[in-house]
Nanobody
């Protein structure tokens, strides 16, 4: 089982990025895949999650209206489209698998496998 994130970059305030989480060793469709982020000096926090086969998506308040999570069955990849980025979105973004995705929120402890992270930096 492996998760590999990509797509992080340096962008200006108001810009957009699309992060990718490529899964291998399993099919992501039936499992909850989550995006988390960790800013310097802060704890890791949930951003969004998806259960592709059930059509379930969830967004934390920080992501609502600006971020969109989606999946590509053929590529076995989950994406996080981030628009209208703000300096406070600066963080290392991680994807994680085998957790829970529901309206109760995203919790790091629920997820069993993690990628290495990709850096997103938003300049003001």
């Amino acid at each position: 089982v492996q998760l590999v994130e990509s797509g992080g970059d340096l962008v200006q305030t108001g810009g957009s990025l699309r992060l990718s989480c490529a899964a291998s060793g399993f099919r992501f469709d039936d499992y909850a895949i989550g995006w988390f982020r960790q800013a310097p000096g802060k704890e890791r926090e949930g951003v969004s999650c998806i259960v592709y086969s059930d059509g379930i998506t969830y967004y934390e308040d920080s992501a609502k209206g600006r971020f969109t999570i989606s999946g590509d069955h053929a590529k076995n990849t989950v994406y996080l489209q981030m628009n209208n980025l703000k300096p406070e979105d600066t963080a290392v973004y991680y994807c994680a698998a085998f957790g829970f995705c529901s309206g109760r929120g995203l919790y790091e402890a629920d997820f069993g496998s993690w990628g290495q992270g990709t850096q997103v930096t938003v300049s003001s």
